[in-house]
């Protein structure tokens, strides 16, 4: 089983449209939770941190399941430019390790 | 001003080949990682040194050695490429274990021949 796992996609959406994605850890070790945006070759880029309280920017909601090992990222009102792959980042207590998800590819379609 | 740059962004060459990729940054970070990422995109740490010292060294085959001369630099040597070696290496940096959120350069797409 891989230590975090997404769902791939792609997830083709309408502009305008709210989009979730889901991302399951395997580790309850894990201490710290991030969502990065990767464009077509470029680097990957963090968009935020997730708290365990839930945490919002702009059009962005991030939520933290510890019990369920769940990670979430929420988008309302995509945009075209919003069309990138996220990757869910997970980092051990245990190996102080950053481990990422494969990703979710967004299309945001006009 | 680039806060973590590595060099070169393209490299071509042949099969047993010896080959070095540079990072620096400029964040006054403690951390460095090197990471590959494959065809499929799976983004895989190789390597983390601290303050000059490694502490993650990954299954990672031993042409691979990094070298970190100080703490703002992170270079990793490639000895006898492989055609499977092809894929983009990204350095990274954190600033420690309170902000241990990373930063990436550009990458650096190998190509082996």
């Known amino acids: 089983r891989k230590e975090v796992e997404q769902d791939p996609g792609p997830f083709n959406v309408p502009e305008g449209a709210t989009v979730a994605f889901n991302c399951t850890y395997s580790n309850s070790a894990s201490q710290s939770f991030f969502w990065y945006r990767q464009d077509c070759r470029k680097e990957p880029k963090l968009l935020m941190s997730?708290?365990?309280s839930g945490n919002e920017d702009g059009r962005f909601t991030a939520q933290l399941n510890r019990a369920s090992q769940y990670i979430s990222l929420l988008i309302r009102d995509s945009k075209l430019s919003d069309s990138a792959t996220y990757l869910c980042?997970?980092?051990?207590?245990?190996?102080?390790?950053?481990?990422f998800g494969q990703g979710t590819t967004l299309q945001v379609k006009p | 001003d680039t806060a973590v740059s590595q060099t070169p962004k393209y490299l071509v060459t042949q099969m047993g080949n010896d080959k070095s990729i540079k990072c620096e940054q400029n964040?006054?970070?403690?951390?460095m990682y090197w990471y590959k990422q494959d065809s499929k995109k799976f983004l895989k740490i190789m390597f983390s040194?601290?303050?000059?010292?490694?502490?993650i060294n990954e299954t990672v085959p031993n042409r691979f050695s990094p070298k970190s001369p100080d703490k703002a630099h992170l270079n990793l040597h490639i000895n006898s490429l492989e055609l499977g070696d092809s894929a983009v290496y990204f350095c990274?940096?954190?600033?420690?274990?309170?902000?241990?959120?990373?930063?990436f350069g550009q990458g650096t797409r190998l190509t082996v021949v």
């Open positions: 040194y601290n303050n000059k010292e490694l502490i």
């Open positions: 997730v708290y365990s």
């Open positions: 980042v997970v980092k051990s207590s245990n190996t102080g390790k950053l481990i």
């Open positions: 990274a940096s954190s600033q420690d274990s309170i902000r241990p959120e990373a930063f």
């Open positions: 964040l006054g970070h403690d951390t």
